[in-house]
């Protein structure tokens, strides 16, 4: 076993804590590979953020567990390289067993997430106790969560999302311990949040999605105030990436994400964590089919990784500076 410790890890109770009271969210960007990992660490540190590494099931059998423990550990001193110690945690996205989240913390995650909302109610509390008492045991966080979201991302997948109800948030917080919740207001997973039909246009004729339910939210925070609040599914989806990607080659139809603006706002709420992963993939894509089709005598992989490298870089600097307002809180 390894503690995260060793790793020079850290976990999310002091810096939920602080962004909570300080009115910003904490950015958590999925990766599965060193691109990704690299251009996490570099918009974190230029921009002065704490960062989440977020890894899913699916990721950790991609990259591999003995590999992803050695890559956190070298993205902590690769932040000393760059300059700035930002707080880094390794946070398992979506774990849906006891076992892999066990396994999770025995190789040096600091955070994870026992994700029941597939179980019934009593099922949940009952699985994400379980997880929460092995959990601090070694001094590592954990996400619960209410409520299902819709869309599909790696091995999550549901066909119709179930809002969050209130009267239950209490109660689950009281039984199980959970450090952190998940909650369901609207957001959805994958690239194709929602259905046109889902949609208005605005005067410019883009497709605007329906809003968050903010009012939803704001009951949860008088029932458990002050309490962290995460969303997952929370890509923007940048139409100008989804352009890139079908100009050159791709085909993505009916692309919408959250309006960026509603991010903000729940940044300064009590959402402390807000995850990020199809935006990632989408700038990654769009660079690298960008320069293979512009120069495709090009065969060197860093010739056109590099280049998504910097493209992800650039978006998540934008997302911590402009969206969650978690720059200059390292």
Request: proline share 5%; with cysteine.
């Amino acid at each position: 076993m390894v503690s995260y410790k060793e790793l020079g890890l850290v976990n999310t109770k002091e810096l939920f804590q602080k962004a909570v009271k300080g009115g910003y969210a904490i950015p958590a960007f999925n990766f599965n590979n060193m691109e990704q990992m690299q251009a996490i660490i570099q918009a974190a540190v230029e921009t002065k953020s704490p960062v989440i590494l977020q890894v899913s099931s699916g990721a950790r059998k991609y990259a591999n567990q003995t590999l992803l423990r050695y890559m956190a550990q070298g993205a902590v001193e690769y932040a000393k390289e760059l300059g700035f110690n930002v707080p880094v945690v390794l946070h398992l996205d979506h774990g849906d067993t006891f076992e892999l989240c066990k396994s999770c913390i025995d190789f040096g995650f600091s955070s994870v997430m026992i994700d029941g909302s597939h179980h019934s109610y009593e099922k949940n509390v009952e699985l994400t106790k379980q997880v929460v008492e092995y959990a601090h045991a070694h001094g590592v966080t954990v996400e619960g969560e209410l409520g299902v979201l819709a869309g599909v991302e790696d091995e999550v997948s549901a066909e119709h999302h179930t809002y969050t109800q209130p009267e239950e948030v209490e109660d689950f917080v009281k039984k199980t311990g959970v450090d952190s919740l998940a909650i369901s207001i609207g957001t959805s997973h994958g690239a194709n949040k929602f259905k046109p039909e889902q949609c208005t246009r605005n005067a410019d004729g883009v497709l605007v999605p329906p809003p968050l339910r903010f009012d939803i939210l704001e009951e949860i925070e008088k029932r458990i105030p002050g309490f962290p609040i995460v969303l997952h599914g929370a890509s923007s989806v940048p139409q100008d990436q989804v352009a890139i990607i079908n100009q050159y080659g791709g085909k993505m139809v009916d692309a919408i994400g959250i309006p960026e603006e509603q991010l903000r706002k729940a940044a300064a709420s009590a959402v402390c964590k807000i995850n990020i992963d199809s935006d990632g993939r989408l700038a990654m894509t769009a660079s690298v089919r960008e320069t293979l089709a512009t120069k495709p005598a090009e065969f060197d992989p860093r010739k056109y990784l590099g280049p998504a490298r910097d493209s992800l870089k650039d978006l998540y600097k934008h997302k911590i500076t402009d969206v969650l307002g978690s720059a200059n809180k390292a």
